[in-house]
């Protein structure tokens, strides 16, 4: 049967955008639901049921082995061996049953745009990928396969991981040409698009974005000199961690201290340590210690740090021990997030972090990531190191968003901020009051409602948060400020939104208020971005400004040819 | 072979305004939703009623002093919550769902309590799932899922063929040739 890419009929034209309705739309044949297309479906090696079988076996033959062994099947007598053995012909022949089912119901095809493969047993599962969006496509031997003598073929979108086509069991040569007939049909959508022979891959895969950059190689941008280092840790936001630590050891220290120590202090003045005042002289010490351990952890990890760029790619090394390297090909940025830490913010000191994706170019792609482009620099020149770093997103980042957040959102700023404190400080108590006082009794749970006293902090937060959220459009860039605790300004370029979204619960509707979110791609977890409690109106005019101008298409399909690539036999 | 096999690019796309405001999605979710909604609502509440009426009930012979009220409250009131849930969502889950494949996005709005419109450019969907499970195909329904390269976006209970054209027109309209 050949299975070259499928020869069309005319079909009819569809002059505007018909829109499906729950009645079949004109001009689509119901039958198979795919259009006048009809597809050529085909399946799998059957020596994926093998492989398939020999696989989910494989992933028994731990508890299976633990069973025999603590059941002493072993060394039982004969009944009980054929017992077992039985048991496991059953099971053998159920997993059989089931990859035999998996490959069954396993088919691909292709229609005039895109890739079609359906699979799944209960659960059906349909996977089209329009040609155009292939990034990559890849054949793998696994050892299994390669035993019976099959490969794998996956087929790679920038959606990437789970949401990749795999195809897991063809005959070496033919998965071979499917391969060339894909890269073909590629190419093919892409010239078709473009109008013009497109160039085969962006330039910036010229350079295979994997290898990775020698040490020295390129122009270094910028580099963090050592008391720039010291003023990074010494405001750094570690102090919590540290302070933690220091906590912990000044409180089981007593036990390290060997006990000729301890008959040297005064006892006898021993109510001292009741006092009030040596309870703070301790903390200020456990504080001081939490900030010098703050620096140090700083200078190991950031100590030496420097970004480079070579071509269209950036080196970040950063580390005094452990020294560490990333490679960031610049055409795969997608975001910039500026962040202004609490404590830097009044000297106008802020951090730039990236969120890239992973890309095409050549046969592997890179991974997507998400890391610190620069930790300290000074708010003005963020600009200067972006044109140099990230030249698509360089834009000052020292001004004020143009669309603020409304006044009736500071209320909620506020409460959202504080509510957290209040609850958490009513837990302490309960908590205290009704467990914990035969064990502290250096204060009574009512003295820890002074605790309640930071709640103008709390307050100021929410504050703050409300002041600093909002966002500008600047085509093609779109900034997004917010606060967490430090302050954000996120640059990224209207087309490299994925998804644009607004939520909004029933107490935000009755104030007209909206939450405003915004997706890139990105490696790491990040890539998603929220402002609560915008104006709605606001709101949806940047949803409708972020989708740029509005076209209008007119589809009409015309007669396309297969390829006539000979085919294996 | 010769480059006849390009067919003509598609008509230059045509540009409007920006609009001052999107328009609202204007599609509905298949009707059969609702049902479909209620008997997996059906389904999975009757399996949590039976869990729960076990455990309150089974309780009773180990802890002492059980009254037998609490175990017919609770059962009770789980019951309760799982018939209202049958009836009432549902319907309000289909009501609030609208979508719209245009040219240039798709425009996903739904949700009754949290209500949420999601748009996904036409230039950055990879690809398009359509999931069948047993149940929708006992209803002839299929949910569509967008993949974008920030994660999935998911159009539920469409009808078998507009869940295929749904997908064919985003091929059609996935403007290829970009980064992401």
Known sequence: MPDTLPDHASQQEMASIPHPTSSAPPGIEPADGHGATSINWQRMSPKFIIVGTLRNLRGMIVPAIFVLLTSGGLSGNSVQQLIYLGIGFVITTIVGVFSLLQWQFFRYGFTDRQLVVRSGVIQKQERAVPYGRIQAINVEEAPLERLVGIVRLKVETAAGGNADVRIDALERDKAHDLREQLAAARARAQRQESGSPATAEPPASATDPTTALAASEGEVIRTLSTPKLLALGATSGRIGPAAAVAGAILQFGTELFPDSWWDRVPWERADVLTNVSVAITLLFIAALIAWLMAIGSTALAFGGFELRRSGDQLLVQHGLLDRRRSTIPIQRIQAIVVGEQLLRQPFHYADIRFESAGGSGGSEGSQGDSGVLFPFLPLREVEGLLQRAAPEFATPVDVAMTTHLPQRALRRYVYSATIGWVVFVGFLMTVHGLWADQWIDTVSWRQLALLLLAVPIFGWLGWARWRDGGWTVASPLFLLRWRGISRETMITRTERIQRRALMTDPFQRRANLATMRVSVASGGVGGHFALPHADASEAELLLARLGGPRHEIEIRKVPLEAPSTPTSP | ?180
Do not use: C
């Not at chain 2, 017919?72 to 889950?93: D, E, F, K, M």
């Not at chain 2, 609208?98 to 209500?115: K, V």
């Open chain 2, 1 to 180: 072979m010769a480059d006849q096999s390009i067919p003509p690019s598609p008509a230059a796309p045509r540009i409007i305004e920006v609009p001052e405001r999107l328009p609202e999605a204007r599609y509905q979710l298949d009707p059969r939703a609702k049902s479909l909604w209620r008997v997996g609502a059906a389904i999975s509440g009757g399996i949590t009623v039976l869990l729960v009426a076990l455990v309150t009930f089974g309780a009773r012979l180990l802890i002492e002093n059980y009254g037998i009220l609490w175990s017919i409250g609770i059962t009770g009131g789980v019951l309760a919550l799982v018939l209202l849930n049958v009836w009432l969502s549902p319907n309000l889950r289909y009501r609030y769902w609208r979508y719209e494949i245009r040219a240039d996005e798709a425009d996903l709005q739904h949700g009754w309590f949290t209500r949420t419109r999601q748009l996904v450019p036409m230039s950055r969907i990879q690809h398009v799932d359509t999931n069948r499970g047993p149940l929708e195909r006992r209803f002839g329904l299929a949910s569509v899922v967008l993949y974008t390269a920030a994660g999935p976006a998911m159009i539920p209970a469409l009808a078998d063929n507009v869940a295929a054209d749904v997908r064919d027109r985003i091929a059609t309209l996935a403007n290829v040739h970009d980064d992401i």
